[in-house]
Nanobody, 125 residues
Framework: QVQLVESGGGLVQAGGSLRLSCAAS????????MGWFRQAPGQEREFVAA????????YYATSVKGRFTISRDNAKNPVYLHMNSLKPKDTDVYFC??????????????????WGQGTQVTVSS
């Protein structure tokens, strides 16, 4: 079991940047794939980005590619989501997730068994 705690959300103007952090604890925290998803009220959870356990492979949704960067430092634990050139449509609750997957499996919420509580990101126009 992996416990996840997100931080770093907030209010930012369009074009601005934010960095989300996800602190993972548990015996297998460094061996799992880490992902970020986002969800608006009444909508399905949407894949944003994921990174494998070594950090060598990353995956991005088309809507954020080139603007967001996911990174991890297993020695220091947190997984980060660096968000640049933010747009109002990026406004959502962002969730950190941990699981075991490879390739296109990592785009599906069902590949992740552990979730954080979520952090709100609001981008004003």
């Amino acid at each position: 079991q992996v416990q996840l705690v997100e931080s770093g959300g907030g209010l930012v103007q369009a074009g601005g940047s934010l960095r989300l952090s996800c602190a993972a604890s548990g015996r297998t925290a460094s061996s799992v794939v880490m992902g970020w998803f986002r969800q608006a009220p009444g909508q399905e959870r949407e894949f944003v980005a994921a990174i494998n356990r070594s950090g060598g492979n990353t995956y991005y949704a088309t809507s954020v590619k080139g603007r967001f960067t996911i990174s991890r430092d297993n020695a220091k634990n947190p997984v980060y989501l660096h968000m640049n050139s933010l747009k109002p449509k990026d406004t959502d609750v962002y969730f950190c997730a941990a699981g075991y997957c490879s390739g296109y499996e990592c785009y599906a919420p069902t590949s992740y068994g552990n979730w954080g509580q979520g952090t709100q990101v609001t981008v004003s126009s």
